[in-house]
Structures are given as structure tokens and as C-alpha cells.
């Protein structure tokens, strides 16, 4: 028997960063059609370039839309509401995407519903695996954002720690560009540290001490800008030893040491951050979200470290950015009854919804 679309046919569209993406989901939470459009035109600059981002979101927008509801199967007239990323993100990208959204919704007298584009990789995982609900502890990490969540039910975040400065993505992005691999540094790193002696160099973890207690303020916060600078520090001393001057010039075999200790820092924390707080919170389900959840070795460690909990993340198409967690933060969103106004905009620092900070803030002296 043939699948049958359920109701509401929602569409999500993706254009907070450099991916334009669409998809249609249905009422099963069903992808119908899903497109994700990279763009490559950063990949000369090592990095996003605002302005060319908004102007390749405008150029692919119509084009995406139209490849998304090909693949499902339907027209523009069957979508009953529109979602789209508002916030956070690039503000030229993200107008982009609000801009169109409400011009055909309201052209099509149908609702449309703004999304946080952070709560939509929250929702990620469940697209793949309908157990990946909560209560769950999330580590979300992207190239913007470190979030470190206790989700009691959808829709009621309870925040535990956030970076302090860059974003786990960032840093890998960073660590790239100083070893001269290319954009984006994430995939980049991971495929060259797989090659790295894991006994070569040890970098110190951030912001993590075995003497830290629950209620201290950095207990579950996180920082990526000294180990940044701590690599970039190893990658120099390296560089003069071998003749070479600039990190970026080391041999691959080399890199791949540098990148390795790197990540394994990097992760350790991640890892270490998440698992304090599936003690505390005695919540043994994780979901990772975010571009850096494609990693491989987070995702192993994440789970080779919770032998009795389970890990949720969802496939790397999905985990990076993409139409389909936002058609599904989306539908969260609209069966609440909570839809777009007609002044409604894109915010580049939208706040996340439903996140409770209070407990928190109390624990973080003010300085
Ligand atoms: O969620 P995302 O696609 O876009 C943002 O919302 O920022 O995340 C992009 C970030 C980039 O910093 C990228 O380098 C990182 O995710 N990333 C990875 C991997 N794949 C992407 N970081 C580590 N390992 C990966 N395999
Ligand atoms: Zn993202």
C-alpha cells in the first residue's frame, strides 16, 4: 500500500547561514521532499561571507522551494503553513527566507510560523527516531552556538551551560583555517585527525577541573577561544622546529597530530560537560544537535562514556542545516497556536524560546 500524507503539509525553509534549504513534512512528521542547497561561494574566503550569503539565498530560494515540493509531490496550494528559520543567524540570509516565507503565505492566506533556528536541531534527531523525545539532556553545537540544555518537555528548556566565548563549530572552523585546511574545518579536521597520534600532544581541557561542583559557575560552561590559541601556539612551536614558519605548510602528518589533539580536547569536554549533566539531572537520554554532532568521534565517545543511557543524533544530512528540522520545529510551534504576525521579522539574536535561564543566572556571580 502506498504512503498516505497526513495533515498539515508544512513546509520548512532554511536560510539562517550558507545552506538554502526546503523541505516538506507531513502530519506523520513524514519528509516528503527535502532539498539542501550548499553554497560554495565562501569556500574562497575560508568562511561565511554575509553579504554574499543573502545574495545567494535570493538567487536559489524560488528554485529550492520549487525542487522540494517536486520531490514530494505537490504544489505550492497544498502547503497548509509555512515555517521558516527567524532567528539566530546572519540577518541579510535570514530576511531572505522570512521575506519570502510571508509573502506567499499571507498571498495564500495561509499562516506562517517563525522558528528558532537552535530549537529546530533540537527537534533533529526525532525526525529519524521517534524516541529521541524528552526529558533528555542536549548538547546543541553549531558553528554559532554551545548549548548545553536540560529538556524536561518540548517546548520547556532548562539552560545549563553555554560557551563563554566561541562556538565548538568555530573553533573547529578556526583550527582549519590556522592549519590551512579547507572551509568548512569541521569535516576537515575530523578526516585529518583520524591519521594523529593521540600521544603526540595533550592540550589542557577548558574550563574543566575535577574540583568544579554543581552550582559553580563554570561547572558547565564552556570556552573553545584559549584552546584556539593554545593550538595555535603548538602549531607555531611545531612549524619552527621543522623549517617550515607558517603552520599551514607542516606536512599532513604533522597537521594530523595537531588536529588530533585538538579534537580529542575539544570532545573531552563536550563529552565530559554533557555527562555532569545526565548525573545531576538523572536524565540518561542525550540528544546531540547541531553541525558539529556529524562528528563521528563525539557522537562514539558520547556513547562509549554512557553505558547505561542512549544517545540520540540524527543522520549528518540532518544535523547539519537543513528544511526539515525547521518544517518540524515548526509544526511544534503551530499546534501550540503560535503563528507569524503580519510585522513580524527575522531577529539575528533570537532569543530561545521557552528557555529558563533563572536557575542559572543565580549560580553565576555577577561581576
Ligand atoms: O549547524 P550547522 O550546520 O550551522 C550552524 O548553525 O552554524 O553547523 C556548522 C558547524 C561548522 O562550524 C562546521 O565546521 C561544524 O558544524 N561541523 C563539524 C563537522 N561537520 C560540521 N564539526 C566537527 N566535526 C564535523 N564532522
Ligand atoms: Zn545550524
Redesign the pocket.
Known sequence: MSYEPRRPLILGLET??D?TSAAVIDGNHEILGHVILSQDVHEVYGGVVPELAARAHLQKVDAVVAEALARAGVGLQAIDVFGVTAGP?LIGALLVGVCWTKAVAYGRGRPWVPVH??EA?LFAPSLEDPEAEPPFVSLL?????TLLLHAETWGEYTLLGRTRDD????A??KV?KLLGLP?????A??TIAREGDPGRHRLTRPMLRGNQRPGDADFYDFSFSGLKTAVGNLARRVALDMGTGDPADLPDSEKAHIARAF?DAAIDVLVSKTLRAVEETGCDRVVLG???S???V?RSEMERRSPGGRVFWAS?RL???NGAMVARAARFRFDRGEVGALDGSASAGLAFPGLSTASREAAIPRT
Not at 141 to 145: A, F, L, N, T
Not at 167 to 170: I, P, Q, R, T, Y
Open positions: 539562517s547561514c545552506e543567524g533556528h537552535m536541531h553545537v553549531s558553528g554559532g552556538h562556538a565548538a563549530g568555530e573547529f572552523d582549519a572551509y568548512p574545518g569541521g569535516p579536521v575530523e579534537q547541531g553541525g558539529v556529524a562528528n563521528g563525539l549528518p544535523s547539519l542545516d
